[in-house]
Protein backbone atom coordinates (compact mmCIF):
# COMPACT_ATOMS: atom_id res chain seq x y z
CA UNK A 1 0.00 0.00 0.00
CA UNK A 2 1.35 3.46 -0.86
CA UNK A 3 2.27 5.48 2.24
CA UNK A 4 0.57 9.18 2.12
CA UNK A 5 1.32 12.21 3.31
CA UNK A 6 -1.60 14.43 4.46
CA UNK A 7 -1.49 18.39 4.44
CA UNK A 8 -4.47 20.06 5.64
CA UNK A 9 -6.58 18.82 8.96
CA UNK A 10 -9.13 20.74 8.94
CA UNK A 11 -13.04 20.26 9.50
CA UNK A 12 -12.95 18.24 5.91
CA UNK A 13 -8.91 17.20 6.23
CA UNK A 14 -9.14 15.95 9.47
CA UNK A 15 -11.81 13.23 8.65
CA UNK A 16 -10.78 12.45 5.27
CA UNK A 17 -7.11 11.28 6.66
CA UNK A 18 -8.61 9.53 9.37
CA UNK A 19 -10.55 7.39 6.93
CA UNK A 20 -7.30 6.62 5.02
CA UNK A 21 -5.75 5.32 7.96
CA UNK A 22 -9.30 3.36 8.98
CA UNK A 23 -8.91 1.68 5.09
CA UNK A 24 -5.26 0.65 5.79
CA UNK A 25 -2.80 3.50 4.81
CA UNK A 26 0.37 4.56 6.75
CA UNK A 27 -0.46 8.36 6.70
CA UNK A 28 2.17 10.87 7.84
CA UNK A 29 0.94 14.78 8.76
CA UNK A 30 2.83 17.62 9.62
CA UNK A 31 3.80 18.31 13.09
CA UNK A 32 2.86 22.32 12.89
CA UNK A 33 -0.73 21.14 12.51
CA UNK A 34 -2.96 22.06 15.31
CA UNK A 35 -4.58 18.29 14.78
CA UNK A 36 -1.65 16.58 14.72
CA UNK A 37 -1.90 15.03 18.19
CA UNK A 38 -5.49 13.08 16.90
CA UNK A 39 -3.62 11.91 14.20
CA UNK A 40 -0.95 10.28 15.95
CA UNK A 41 -3.17 8.72 18.26
CA UNK A 42 -5.06 7.26 15.32
CA UNK A 43 -1.44 5.62 13.88
CA UNK A 44 -0.33 8.80 12.08
CA UNK A 45 3.41 9.35 11.78
CA UNK A 46 5.06 13.03 12.26
CA UNK A 47 7.20 15.33 9.66
CA UNK A 48 8.68 18.67 9.87
CA UNK A 49 8.13 20.23 6.86
CA UNK A 50 6.01 19.59 3.35
CA UNK A 51 9.48 18.79 2.16
CA UNK A 52 10.58 16.03 4.22
CA UNK A 53 7.01 14.68 4.23
CA UNK A 54 7.31 14.14 0.22
CA UNK A 55 10.58 12.65 0.83
CA UNK A 56 9.14 10.10 3.04
CA UNK A 57 5.84 9.46 0.79
CA UNK A 58 4.90 7.71 -2.21
CA UNK A 59 1.83 10.34 -2.39
CA UNK A 60 1.33 14.09 -0.97
CA UNK A 61 -2.41 14.87 -0.51
CA UNK A 62 -3.65 18.84 0.71
CA UNK A 63 -6.95 20.03 1.74
CA UNK A 64 -6.21 23.63 1.94
CA UNK A 65 -8.54 26.21 2.56
CA UNK A 66 -7.74 28.43 -0.61
CA UNK A 67 -5.30 28.76 -3.57
CA UNK A 68 -2.60 31.39 -1.95
CA UNK A 69 -2.74 28.53 0.95
CA UNK A 70 -2.00 25.55 -1.42
CA UNK A 71 1.10 27.79 -3.28
CA UNK A 72 2.83 28.12 -0.14
CA UNK A 73 3.06 24.81 1.15
CA UNK A 74 3.29 23.12 -2.44
CA UNK A 75 5.74 25.35 -3.95
CA UNK A 76 7.16 27.44 -1.56
CA UNK A 77 10.24 27.16 1.11
CA UNK A 78 10.46 23.49 2.34
CA UNK A 79 7.70 23.13 -0.10
CA UNK A 80 6.28 19.50 -1.60
CA UNK A 81 7.91 20.48 -4.97
CA UNK A 82 11.05 20.25 -3.12
CA UNK A 83 10.94 16.97 -1.79
CA UNK A 84 8.94 14.99 -4.35
CA UNK A 85 10.28 12.70 -6.77
CA UNK A 86 9.74 11.67 -10.23
CA UNK A 87 7.43 8.34 -10.30
CA UNK A 88 4.86 9.97 -6.98
CA UNK A 89 1.86 11.45 -7.17
CA UNK A 90 0.60 14.47 -5.79
CA UNK A 91 -2.83 15.07 -5.37
CA UNK A 92 -4.55 18.25 -4.31
CA UNK A 93 -8.63 18.24 -2.76
CA UNK A 94 -8.94 21.52 -1.90
CA UNK A 95 -11.01 23.80 -3.60
CA UNK A 96 -9.00 26.32 -5.87
CA UNK A 97 -8.89 28.46 -8.78
CA UNK A 98 -8.78 25.75 -11.94
CA UNK A 99 -5.59 27.63 -13.27
CA UNK A 100 -3.26 27.25 -10.18
CA UNK A 101 -3.82 23.50 -10.48
CA UNK A 102 -3.19 23.61 -14.25
CA UNK A 103 0.02 25.99 -12.69
CA UNK A 104 1.25 22.81 -10.11
CA UNK A 105 0.08 20.51 -12.23
CA UNK A 106 3.02 21.84 -15.30
CA UNK A 107 5.57 22.40 -12.62
CA UNK A 108 5.48 18.53 -10.76
CA UNK A 109 4.89 16.96 -14.77
CA UNK A 110 8.68 19.11 -15.19
CA UNK A 111 9.69 16.82 -12.20
CA UNK A 112 8.13 13.82 -13.49
CA UNK A 113 5.15 13.82 -10.86
CA UNK A 114 1.74 12.94 -12.14
CA UNK A 115 -0.79 15.49 -10.07
CA UNK A 116 -4.61 15.53 -9.59
CA UNK A 117 -6.99 18.58 -9.14
CA UNK A 118 -9.60 16.39 -6.92
CA UNK A 119 -12.04 19.06 -5.14
CA UNK A 120 -14.74 17.71 -2.86
CA UNK A 121 -18.72 18.03 -2.31
CA UNK A 122 -20.61 16.66 0.53
CA UNK A 123 -19.45 18.91 3.59
CA UNK A 124 -18.54 17.96 6.99
CA UNK A 125 -20.92 15.23 6.89
CA UNK A 126 -19.75 14.00 3.73
CA UNK A 127 -16.20 13.69 4.86
CA UNK A 128 -17.08 11.99 7.86
CA UNK A 129 -19.15 9.01 6.40
CA UNK A 130 -16.49 8.20 3.60
CA UNK A 131 -18.93 9.82 1.07
CA UNK A 132 -17.94 12.89 -0.91
CA UNK A 133 -18.02 13.24 -4.13
CA UNK A 134 -14.66 13.79 -6.03
CA UNK A 135 -14.24 15.76 -9.20
CA UNK A 136 -10.96 15.16 -10.67
CA UNK A 137 -8.75 16.55 -13.61
CA UNK A 138 -5.73 14.84 -14.53
CA UNK A 139 -4.10 11.93 -16.35
CA UNK A 140 -6.21 8.99 -16.39
CA UNK A 141 -3.50 6.32 -15.22
CA UNK A 142 -2.76 8.63 -12.20
CA UNK A 143 -6.53 8.77 -11.82
CA UNK A 144 -6.35 4.88 -11.37
CA UNK A 145 -3.68 4.99 -9.32
CA UNK A 146 -5.54 7.93 -6.86
CA UNK A 147 -8.91 5.85 -6.69
CA UNK A 148 -8.45 3.44 -4.32
CA UNK A 149 -7.08 6.45 -2.12
CA UNK A 150 -10.27 7.91 -3.12
CA UNK A 151 -12.72 5.46 -2.37
CA UNK A 152 -11.54 5.39 1.16
CA UNK A 153 -13.00 9.03 1.70
CA UNK A 154 -15.84 9.42 -0.88
CA UNK A 155 -18.51 7.70 -2.78
CA UNK A 156 -18.97 9.77 -6.78
CA UNK A 157 -15.92 9.94 -8.05
CA UNK A 158 -15.31 11.14 -11.82
CA UNK A 159 -12.35 11.64 -13.64
CA UNK A 160 -14.24 14.53 -15.40
CA UNK A 161 -11.18 15.50 -18.01
CA UNK A 162 -7.49 17.06 -18.31
CA UNK A 163 -6.11 18.63 -15.34
CA UNK A 164 -8.13 21.63 -14.31
CA UNK A 165 -11.12 19.97 -15.00
CA UNK A 166 -11.86 18.74 -11.57
CA UNK A 167 -12.01 22.13 -9.88
CA UNK A 168 -13.55 23.77 -13.44
CA UNK A 169 -16.23 21.77 -12.69
CA UNK A 170 -16.40 22.25 -8.72
CA UNK A 171 -16.64 26.10 -9.41
CA UNK A 172 -19.71 25.04 -11.72
CA UNK A 173 -21.35 23.47 -8.87
CA UNK A 174 -20.49 26.50 -6.50
CA UNK A 175 -22.00 28.51 -9.16
CA UNK A 176 -25.09 26.51 -9.35
CA UNK A 177 -25.81 25.88 -5.75
CA UNK A 178 -25.26 29.66 -4.93
CA UNK A 179 -27.57 30.96 -7.82
CA UNK A 180 -30.41 28.07 -7.27
CA UNK A 181 -30.06 29.43 -3.37
CA UNK A 182 -30.96 32.73 -4.49
CA UNK A 183 -33.60 31.88 -6.33
CA UNK A 184 -35.43 30.03 -3.85
CA UNK A 185 -34.39 32.85 -1.33
CA UNK A 186 -36.14 35.33 -3.68
CA UNK A 187 -38.99 33.19 -4.30
CA UNK A 188 -39.84 32.48 -0.86
CA UNK A 189 -39.43 35.72 0.87
CA UNK A 190 -42.11 37.09 -2.07
CA UNK A 191 -44.39 34.19 -1.02
CA UNK A 192 -44.08 35.15 2.88
CA UNK A 193 -44.81 38.65 2.37
CA UNK A 194 -47.92 37.83 -0.03
CA UNK A 195 -48.65 35.37 3.06
CA UNK A 196 -49.17 32.03 1.18
CA UNK A 197 -48.13 29.12 3.47
CA UNK A 198 -44.00 28.30 2.57
CA UNK A 199 -44.35 24.50 3.32
CA UNK A 200 -47.56 24.44 0.81
CA UNK A 201 -45.87 26.12 -1.69
CA UNK A 202 -42.31 24.12 -1.13
CA UNK A 203 -44.13 21.13 -1.56
CA UNK A 204 -45.79 21.67 -4.89
CA UNK A 205 -42.65 23.44 -6.39
CA UNK A 206 -40.86 19.93 -5.71
CA UNK A 207 -43.45 18.70 -8.16
CA UNK A 208 -42.18 20.97 -10.71
CA UNK A 209 -39.82 22.18 -13.21
CA UNK A 210 -38.84 24.12 -9.76
CA UNK A 211 -37.57 21.09 -8.27
CA UNK A 212 -34.30 20.59 -6.80
CA UNK A 213 -32.20 19.55 -4.21
CA UNK A 214 -31.80 23.02 -2.69
CA UNK A 215 -35.34 23.96 -2.77
CA UNK A 216 -35.94 20.85 -1.03
CA UNK A 217 -33.40 20.82 1.63
CA UNK A 218 -32.39 24.51 1.94
CA UNK A 219 -35.87 25.71 1.54
CA UNK A 220 -36.54 23.49 4.70
CA UNK A 221 -34.12 25.61 6.17
CA UNK A 222 -35.16 28.92 5.40
CA UNK A 223 -38.74 27.97 6.10
CA UNK A 224 -36.65 26.80 9.72
CA UNK A 225 -35.07 29.80 9.88
CA UNK A 226 -32.21 27.33 11.06
CA UNK A 227 -28.79 29.15 9.48
CA UNK A 228 -26.10 26.79 10.99
CA UNK A 229 -23.87 25.56 8.87
CA UNK A 230 -24.31 23.27 6.32
CA UNK A 231 -22.01 25.17 4.59
CA UNK A 232 -20.63 28.83 5.30
CA UNK A 233 -21.09 31.97 3.50
CA UNK A 234 -17.88 33.18 3.62
CA UNK A 235 -16.56 29.56 1.80
CA UNK A 236 -18.95 29.98 -0.89
CA UNK A 237 -18.07 33.34 -1.67
CA UNK A 238 -14.53 32.55 -1.88
CA UNK A 239 -15.63 29.65 -4.46
CA UNK A 240 -17.84 31.87 -6.23
CA UNK A 241 -14.50 34.63 -6.29
CA UNK A 242 -12.72 31.61 -8.54
CA UNK A 243 -15.68 31.00 -10.92
CA UNK A 244 -15.66 34.72 -11.66
CA UNK A 245 -11.93 35.03 -11.87
CA UNK A 246 -11.95 31.73 -14.31
CA UNK A 247 -14.86 33.01 -16.15
CA UNK A 248 -13.35 37.00 -16.74
CA UNK A 249 -9.64 34.89 -17.83
CA UNK A 250 -12.60 32.84 -20.67
CA UNK A 251 -14.22 36.13 -21.56
CA UNK A 252 -17.33 34.35 -20.40
CA UNK A 253 -20.35 36.84 -18.81
CA UNK A 254 -21.39 35.96 -15.48
CA UNK A 255 -23.76 38.34 -14.42
CA UNK A 256 -25.79 36.30 -12.04
CA UNK A 257 -22.75 34.83 -10.47
CA UNK A 258 -21.66 37.80 -9.93
CA UNK A 259 -25.05 39.10 -7.95
CA UNK A 260 -25.04 36.57 -5.88
CA UNK A 261 -21.30 36.85 -4.98
CA UNK A 262 -22.40 40.36 -3.98
CA UNK A 263 -25.05 39.78 -1.80
CA UNK A 264 -22.61 37.31 0.26
CA UNK A 265 -20.41 40.31 0.55
CA UNK A 266 -23.09 41.94 1.80
CA UNK A 267 -23.81 39.27 4.44
CA UNK A 268 -20.15 39.03 5.27
CA UNK A 269 -19.70 42.63 5.88
CA UNK A 270 -22.89 42.43 8.12
CA UNK A 271 -21.28 39.43 10.09
CA UNK A 272 -23.32 36.68 8.70
CA UNK A 273 -20.36 35.09 7.24
CA UNK A 274 -20.03 32.67 9.50
CA UNK A 275 -23.82 31.33 8.63
CA UNK A 276 -24.79 28.79 6.48
CA UNK A 277 -24.97 29.89 2.57
CA UNK A 278 -29.02 29.55 2.77
CA UNK A 279 -29.31 32.35 5.00
CA UNK A 280 -29.05 34.44 1.67
CA UNK A 281 -32.74 34.52 2.58
CA UNK A 282 -32.09 37.05 5.74
CA UNK A 283 -30.45 39.82 2.79
CA UNK A 284 -33.65 39.78 1.26
CA UNK A 285 -35.66 40.19 4.46
CA UNK A 286 -37.14 43.51 5.68
CA UNK B 1 -72.47 17.19 -13.72
CA UNK B 2 -71.54 21.11 -13.71
CA UNK B 3 -72.04 22.97 -17.58
CA UNK B 4 -68.82 24.82 -18.06
CA UNK B 5 -68.07 27.40 -20.88
CA UNK B 6 -64.19 27.28 -21.56
CA UNK B 7 -62.88 30.36 -22.57
CA UNK B 8 -58.99 30.57 -24.16
CA UNK B 9 -58.58 27.70 -26.67
CA UNK B 10 -54.69 27.96 -27.21
CA UNK B 11 -51.92 25.63 -27.40
CA UNK B 12 -52.66 24.90 -23.44
CA UNK B 13 -56.79 25.50 -23.30
CA UNK B 14 -57.65 23.51 -26.23
CA UNK B 15 -56.14 20.03 -25.00
CA UNK B 16 -57.65 21.34 -21.46
CA UNK B 17 -60.70 21.89 -23.16
CA UNK B 18 -61.38 18.95 -24.67
CA UNK B 19 -59.88 16.53 -21.39
CA UNK B 20 -63.17 17.76 -20.01
CA UNK B 21 -65.32 16.81 -22.87
CA UNK B 22 -63.43 13.13 -23.01
CA UNK B 23 -64.13 13.37 -18.55
CA UNK B 24 -68.29 13.30 -20.02
CA UNK B 25 -68.81 17.38 -19.19
CA UNK B 26 -70.93 19.42 -21.23
CA UNK B 27 -68.26 22.20 -22.63
CA UNK B 28 -69.32 25.69 -24.58
CA UNK B 29 -66.68 27.51 -26.28
CA UNK B 30 -66.77 30.71 -28.00
CA UNK B 31 -67.47 31.49 -31.48
CA UNK B 32 -64.93 33.97 -31.83
CA UNK B 33 -62.54 31.02 -31.07
CA UNK B 34 -60.44 30.15 -33.90
CA UNK B 35 -60.44 26.42 -32.37
CA UNK B 36 -64.16 26.48 -31.54
CA UNK B 37 -64.57 24.24 -34.68
CA UNK B 38 -61.92 21.50 -33.20
CA UNK B 39 -64.02 21.61 -29.71
CA UNK B 40 -67.73 21.44 -31.66
CA UNK B 41 -66.45 18.52 -33.50
CA UNK B 42 -65.57 17.02 -30.28
CA UNK B 43 -68.84 17.70 -28.81
CA UNK B 44 -68.75 21.53 -27.70
CA UNK B 45 -71.40 23.86 -28.28
CA UNK B 46 -71.18 27.34 -29.21
CA UNK B 47 -71.92 31.02 -27.22
CA UNK B 48 -71.44 34.18 -28.73
CA UNK B 49 -70.09 36.24 -25.71
CA UNK B 50 -68.42 35.90 -22.54
CA UNK B 51 -72.14 37.15 -21.30
CA UNK B 52 -74.68 34.73 -22.51
CA UNK B 53 -71.85 32.04 -22.36
CA UNK B 54 -71.96 32.92 -18.56
CA UNK B 55 -75.87 32.91 -18.19
CA UNK B 56 -75.92 29.44 -19.99
CA UNK B 57 -73.60 27.73 -17.62
CA UNK B 58 -72.72 26.29 -14.13
CA UNK B 59 -68.87 26.78 -14.04
CA UNK B 60 -67.05 29.44 -16.66
CA UNK B 61 -62.91 28.38 -17.06
CA UNK B 62 -60.45 30.87 -18.62
CA UNK B 63 -57.06 30.18 -20.02
CA UNK B 64 -55.95 33.26 -21.67
CA UNK B 65 -52.27 34.94 -22.10
CA UNK B 66 -52.17 37.47 -19.82
CA UNK B 67 -53.82 39.61 -17.20
CA UNK B 68 -55.16 42.15 -19.68
CA UNK B 69 -56.83 39.61 -21.70
CA UNK B 70 -58.57 38.09 -18.71
CA UNK B 71 -59.81 41.07 -17.28
CA UNK B 72 -61.16 42.34 -20.39
CA UNK B 73 -62.73 38.89 -21.12
CA UNK B 74 -63.96 38.89 -17.29
CA UNK B 75 -65.00 42.07 -16.43
CA UNK B 76 -64.78 43.92 -20.26
CA UNK B 77 -68.22 44.37 -22.18
CA UNK B 78 -70.49 41.70 -22.33
CA UNK B 79 -68.22 40.33 -19.81
CA UNK B 80 -68.28 37.02 -17.97
CA UNK B 81 -69.74 39.11 -14.45
CA UNK B 82 -72.11 40.81 -16.86
CA UNK B 83 -73.71 37.02 -16.95
CA UNK B 84 -72.80 35.32 -13.96
CA UNK B 85 -75.11 34.55 -11.35
CA UNK B 86 -74.95 34.34 -7.38
CA UNK B 87 -74.33 30.03 -6.61
CA UNK B 88 -72.16 29.82 -10.01
CA UNK B 89 -67.92 29.36 -9.80
CA UNK B 90 -65.19 31.11 -12.02
CA UNK B 91 -62.01 29.55 -12.62
CA UNK B 92 -59.08 31.36 -13.91
CA UNK B 93 -56.15 29.03 -15.26
CA UNK B 94 -54.22 31.55 -16.81
CA UNK B 95 -50.95 33.16 -15.03
CA UNK B 96 -51.89 36.21 -14.48
CA UNK B 97 -50.86 38.96 -11.47
CA UNK B 98 -51.99 37.81 -8.21
CA UNK B 99 -53.50 41.71 -7.93
CA UNK B 100 -55.55 41.16 -10.99
CA UNK B 101 -56.89 37.39 -9.14
CA UNK B 102 -57.71 39.57 -6.17
CA UNK B 103 -58.97 41.96 -7.77
CA UNK B 104 -61.32 39.46 -9.73
CA UNK B 105 -62.28 37.21 -6.56
CA UNK B 106 -63.61 40.39 -5.06
CA UNK B 107 -65.83 41.50 -7.61
CA UNK B 108 -66.74 38.25 -8.15
CA UNK B 109 -67.70 37.50 -4.20
CA UNK B 110 -69.62 40.98 -4.39
CA UNK B 111 -72.49 39.07 -6.76
CA UNK B 112 -72.12 36.02 -4.60
CA UNK B 113 -69.66 34.10 -7.23
CA UNK B 114 -67.14 32.56 -6.24
CA UNK B 115 -63.83 32.97 -8.12
CA UNK B 116 -60.24 30.77 -7.88
CA UNK B 117 -57.25 31.61 -9.50
CA UNK B 118 -55.90 27.99 -10.70
CA UNK B 119 -52.59 28.51 -12.67
CA UNK B 120 -51.03 25.31 -13.77
CA UNK B 121 -47.39 24.08 -14.80
CA UNK B 122 -46.32 21.96 -17.20
CA UNK B 123 -46.77 22.95 -20.03
CA UNK B 124 -48.49 21.79 -23.90
CA UNK B 125 -47.41 17.84 -22.94
CA UNK B 126 -49.02 18.21 -19.09
CA UNK B 127 -51.91 19.79 -21.03
CA UNK B 128 -52.62 17.03 -23.70
CA UNK B 129 -51.80 14.46 -20.97
CA UNK B 130 -54.03 15.42 -18.34
CA UNK B 131 -51.27 15.51 -15.90
CA UNK B 132 -50.51 19.10 -15.22
CA UNK B 133 -49.51 20.59 -11.60
CA UNK B 134 -52.23 23.39 -10.80
CA UNK B 135 -52.04 25.66 -8.15
CA UNK B 136 -54.92 26.93 -6.61
CA UNK B 137 -55.89 30.12 -4.07
CA UNK B 138 -59.10 30.55 -3.22
CA UNK B 139 -62.17 29.09 -0.87
CA UNK B 140 -62.15 25.66 0.38
CA UNK B 141 -65.92 24.52 -0.58
CA UNK B 142 -65.02 26.42 -3.84
CA UNK B 143 -62.07 24.28 -4.20
CA UNK B 144 -63.79 21.22 -3.55
CA UNK B 145 -66.58 21.81 -6.15
CA UNK B 146 -63.72 22.37 -8.37
CA UNK B 147 -61.64 19.52 -7.89
CA UNK B 148 -63.39 16.89 -10.05
CA UNK B 149 -62.83 19.35 -12.81
CA UNK B 150 -59.24 19.86 -12.09
CA UNK B 151 -58.81 16.31 -12.15
CA UNK B 152 -60.03 15.92 -15.66
CA UNK B 153 -56.98 18.40 -16.42
CA UNK B 154 -54.35 17.51 -14.06
CA UNK B 155 -52.73 15.17 -11.39
CA UNK B 156 -51.05 17.59 -8.54
CA UNK B 157 -53.46 19.76 -7.47
CA UNK B 158 -53.12 22.01 -4.52
CA UNK B 159 -55.01 24.15 -2.41
CA UNK B 160 -52.37 26.60 -1.69
CA UNK B 161 -54.21 29.27 0.80
CA UNK B 162 -56.13 32.20 -0.29
CA UNK B 163 -57.55 34.22 -2.95
CA UNK B 164 -54.42 34.90 -5.45
CA UNK B 165 -52.35 32.27 -3.26
CA UNK B 166 -52.00 30.05 -6.40
CA UNK B 167 -50.66 32.90 -8.81
CA UNK B 168 -48.06 34.08 -6.33
CA UNK B 169 -46.97 30.18 -6.28
CA UNK B 170 -46.71 29.93 -10.04
CA UNK B 171 -44.80 33.43 -10.10
CA UNK B 172 -42.71 31.59 -7.36
CA UNK B 173 -41.98 28.99 -9.31
CA UNK B 174 -40.98 30.87 -12.38
CA UNK B 175 -38.57 33.24 -10.66
CA UNK B 176 -37.26 29.78 -9.42
CA UNK B 177 -36.99 28.28 -12.70
CA UNK B 178 -35.65 31.37 -14.69
CA UNK B 179 -32.81 31.59 -12.22
CA UNK B 180 -31.91 27.86 -12.49
CA UNK B 181 -31.54 27.83 -16.15
CA UNK B 182 -29.47 31.16 -15.95
CA UNK B 183 -27.30 29.33 -12.79
CA UNK B 184 -26.84 26.33 -15.43
CA UNK B 185 -26.05 28.65 -18.99
CA UNK B 186 -23.41 30.15 -16.83
CA UNK B 187 -21.92 27.23 -15.36
CA UNK B 188 -22.15 25.65 -18.84
CA UNK B 189 -20.60 28.34 -20.72
CA UNK B 190 -17.81 28.69 -18.25
CA UNK B 191 -16.81 24.96 -18.07
CA UNK B 192 -17.35 24.81 -22.20
CA UNK B 193 -15.08 27.39 -22.48
CA UNK B 194 -12.47 25.59 -20.28
CA UNK B 195 -12.67 22.45 -22.44
CA UNK B 196 -14.82 20.43 -19.86
CA UNK B 197 -16.80 17.32 -21.29
CA UNK B 198 -20.46 19.22 -20.39
CA UNK B 199 -22.22 15.61 -20.43
CA UNK B 200 -19.70 14.10 -17.62
CA UNK B 201 -19.99 17.67 -15.52
CA UNK B 202 -23.96 17.39 -15.72
CA UNK B 203 -24.16 13.62 -14.69
CA UNK B 204 -21.13 14.14 -11.42
CA UNK B 205 -23.34 17.29 -10.91
CA UNK B 206 -26.61 15.68 -10.78
CA UNK B 207 -25.59 13.49 -7.93
CA UNK B 208 -24.74 16.60 -5.53
CA UNK B 209 -26.33 19.71 -4.51
CA UNK B 210 -26.57 21.55 -7.82
CA UNK B 211 -28.80 18.33 -8.59
CA UNK B 212 -32.32 20.28 -10.36
CA UNK B 213 -35.18 19.27 -12.75
CA UNK B 214 -33.63 22.40 -14.65
CA UNK B 215 -30.09 20.90 -14.63
CA UNK B 216 -30.93 17.23 -15.54
CA UNK B 217 -33.67 18.41 -18.60
CA UNK B 218 -32.77 21.72 -19.41
CA UNK B 219 -28.47 20.39 -19.03
CA UNK B 220 -29.19 18.52 -21.73
CA UNK B 221 -31.27 20.77 -24.26
CA UNK B 222 -28.26 22.76 -23.55
CA UNK B 223 -26.05 20.21 -24.26
CA UNK B 224 -27.85 19.40 -27.49
CA UNK B 225 -28.53 23.00 -28.41
CA UNK B 226 -31.90 22.38 -28.92
CA UNK B 227 -33.98 25.23 -28.34
CA UNK B 228 -37.37 24.22 -29.82
CA UNK B 229 -39.96 25.30 -27.35
CA UNK B 230 -40.67 23.53 -24.50
CA UNK B 231 -41.48 27.44 -22.46
CA UNK B 232 -40.74 30.20 -24.73
CA UNK B 233 -38.60 32.77 -23.83
CA UNK B 234 -41.13 35.53 -24.71
CA UNK B 235 -43.98 33.87 -21.85
CA UNK B 236 -41.40 33.01 -19.69
CA UNK B 237 -40.49 36.90 -19.32
CA UNK B 238 -44.27 38.29 -19.53
CA UNK B 239 -44.06 35.97 -15.86
CA UNK B 240 -41.13 37.28 -14.35
CA UNK B 241 -42.95 40.75 -14.73
CA UNK B 242 -45.35 39.99 -13.05
CA UNK B 243 -43.59 38.51 -10.38
CA UNK B 244 -41.08 41.81 -10.38
CA UNK B 245 -44.46 43.98 -10.02
CA UNK B 246 -45.45 41.55 -7.33
CA UNK B 247 -42.03 42.23 -5.26
CA UNK B 248 -42.13 45.58 -5.85
CA UNK B 249 -45.74 46.32 -4.59
CA UNK B 250 -44.49 44.14 -1.59
CA UNK B 251 -41.52 45.43 -1.08
CA UNK B 252 -38.94 42.73 -1.59
CA UNK B 253 -35.85 43.20 -3.52
CA UNK B 254 -35.67 40.41 -6.42
CA UNK B 255 -32.14 41.51 -8.65
CA UNK B 256 -31.51 37.92 -9.58
CA UNK B 257 -35.31 37.87 -10.42
CA UNK B 258 -34.42 40.93 -12.66
CA UNK B 259 -31.28 40.24 -14.08
CA UNK B 260 -32.90 36.95 -15.32
CA UNK B 261 -35.53 39.35 -17.04
CA UNK B 262 -33.58 41.47 -18.37
CA UNK B 263 -31.41 38.57 -20.24
CA UNK B 264 -34.69 37.40 -21.71
CA UNK B 265 -35.41 41.22 -22.53
CA UNK B 266 -32.49 40.86 -24.74
CA UNK B 267 -33.32 37.60 -26.40
CA UNK B 268 -36.27 38.79 -27.30
CA UNK B 269 -34.84 42.05 -28.49
CA UNK B 270 -32.86 39.65 -30.65
CA UNK B 271 -35.95 37.57 -31.96
CA UNK B 272 -34.66 34.75 -29.89
CA UNK B 273 -38.59 35.48 -28.02
CA UNK B 274 -39.82 32.00 -29.66
CA UNK B 275 -37.05 29.80 -28.66
CA UNK B 276 -37.43 27.52 -25.31
CA UNK B 277 -35.87 29.30 -22.20
CA UNK B 278 -33.32 27.02 -22.00
CA UNK B 279 -31.84 29.39 -25.08
CA UNK B 280 -30.88 32.09 -22.55
CA UNK B 281 -27.66 29.78 -23.14
CA UNK B 282 -26.84 31.26 -26.21
CA UNK B 283 -26.97 35.07 -24.73
CA UNK B 284 -23.37 34.07 -22.98
CA UNK B 285 -21.64 32.13 -26.14
CA UNK B 286 -19.21 34.53 -27.51
Given at each position: ?????????????????????????????????????????????????????????????????????????????????????????????????????????????????????????????????????????????????????????????????????????????????????????????M?????V??????????????????????????????F?????I?????????????????????????????????????G?????????Y?????
Amino acid sequence: MEKIGFIGLGIMGKPMALNLIKAGYEVSVLASSKEAQALTDAGATIHESPKTMAEANDVIITMLPDSPQVEDIVLGANGVIEGIDAGKLYVDMSTIAPSTSKDIYQKMKDKGVEALDAPVSGGQVGAETASLSIMVGGNPVAFERALPMFKAMGKNIVLIGEPGAGQTTKACNQVIVGMTIQAVAEAFTMAKEAGVDLEKMREVLLGGFAQSRILDLHGKRIIEENFKPGFKIKLHKKDLDIALKTGESLGVSMEGTAQVASQMTKAIEQGKGEFDHSALYLMLQK
